[in-house]
């Protein structure tokens, strides 16, 4: 089963197991601690904690869930943030893994996380967050569950900084600078002054250049980079004209070397979605997930086009996600989990799921 980041209030969300940032003698604290304590019924989930008295740091421990439509807590306690040396990544991924287990041995089958040790421990957000999603992402590439990462708002959440800069300026190079040229032919239709006029800091040639397919080579500095677009032959593109989206796709799955079960999970897809595709040759997948089985396979961008077309989709330059999503296969990145990282950073809509 897949992984979505949602931005909500973990005490509504309608899962078999939530997960509380506890503190060691697993008393009632604040931000997610506190709200999940008033929700659940204090007294009552109080009291189980009274009963177990202790949780060690990176460990877990479970309790009813009382009031919440959650059936099941399960206490994890977080490290303190020292100064990163002091074996904090380690604690931190664990409290996530054995979290994961024990709800696992439970037969759960769907649970809703924080950014455990994020608020009064004082871990980092952006560090804390690739920690979540790599401890997560590695454990559904075993398991079947269902794994909500819930920020409650969106200052909560933090993409690295040089992440987010590296994708900013390349939406700024490929997005905004497009729907200018696109802003200008309308000004001039309509008699006004165009943009390209009124813009001294840009050249002519170089707004006009962004009309081009952006795959160039300026915007790829690494040789995966440029592998990733590698153009695909005319006879490949000749032989397979008449093959619908499942057909072509399960082949890719074979050339690749691929199980279903290693593409659905790569494309963080719910096993039952990805049968239907399997039973169903003329199956037209939505456009999410579509893209998301082309980077579970690993396309460079004439591949990923080739395969959307079949269900009647594209790449658009005019369109912020597309953009995302190309700035990740130009860099040869196919991890589906930071892809809807940088897509919900973005508040873009997510692969999968």
Request: some cysteine; proline content about 3%.
């Amino acid at each position: 089963m897949p992984f979505q980041i949602v931005r909500n209030d973990i005490v509504n969300m309608s899962v078999d197991v939530i997960v509380n940032a506890a503190n060691a003698s697993l008393k009632m604290g604040g931000g997610v601690c506190g709200a999940i304590f008033k929700a659940a019924n204090p007294a009552k989930l109080e009291h189980a904690c009274d009963a177990i008295g202790y949780c060690a740091t990176g460990e877990v421990v479970m309790t009813e869930g009382f009031d919440l439509p959650a059936k099941a807590i399960i206490h994890a306690v977080g490290p303190v943030w020292r100064d990163g040396k002091s074996g904090e990544a380690k604690l931190l991924s664990k409290c996530y893994e054995q979290a994961l287990k024990l709800a696992l041995s439970k037969g759960f089958e769907s649970i809703a996380f924080p950014l455990i040790a994020t608020g009064i421990f004082g871990y980092p957000k952006d560090e804390a967050l690739r920690i979540a999603i790599d401890t997560i992402s590695k454990f559904l590439m075993q398991h079947d569950m269902m794994v909500y990462l819930v920020v409650y708002d969106k200052s909560a959440y933090k993409l690295s900084e040089k992440l987010f800069s590296a994708i900013e300026n390349y939406i700024d190079d490929h997005y905004v600078e497009t729907h200018l040229v696109v802003r200008d032919a309308q000004r001039e239709f309509d008699g006004l002054p165009s943009y390209r006029n009124a813009t001294s800091n840009l050249s002519l040639e170089f707004i006009e250049s962004l009309e081009a397919p952006i795959a160039s080579e300026n915007s790829i500095t690494s040789k995966k980079s440029k592998a990733s677009i590698l153009k695909r032959s005319l006879t490949d593109v000749v032989n397979q004209l008449d093959e619908s989206f499942a057909t072509m796709l399960f082949r890719l799955i074979d050339v690749k070397s691929l199980t279903d079960v290693a593409t659905y999970k790569r494309a963080n897809l719910d096993r039952k979605l990805f049968s239907k595709i399997r039973s169903d040759k003329h199956y037209n997948p939505s456009k999410s997930t579509a893209i998301a089985l082309a980077i579970a396979l690993e396309l460079n961008l004439d591949e990923t086009r080739d395969l959307l077309s079949k269900a009647g989709y594209t790449l658009s330059q005019s369109n912020k996600s597309d953009v995302i999503i190309r700035f990740f296969i130009e860099e040869g990145n196919y991890n589906i989990f930071e892809i809807n990282e940088a897509l919900f950073a973005f508040d873009q809509g997510l692969l999968g799921a």
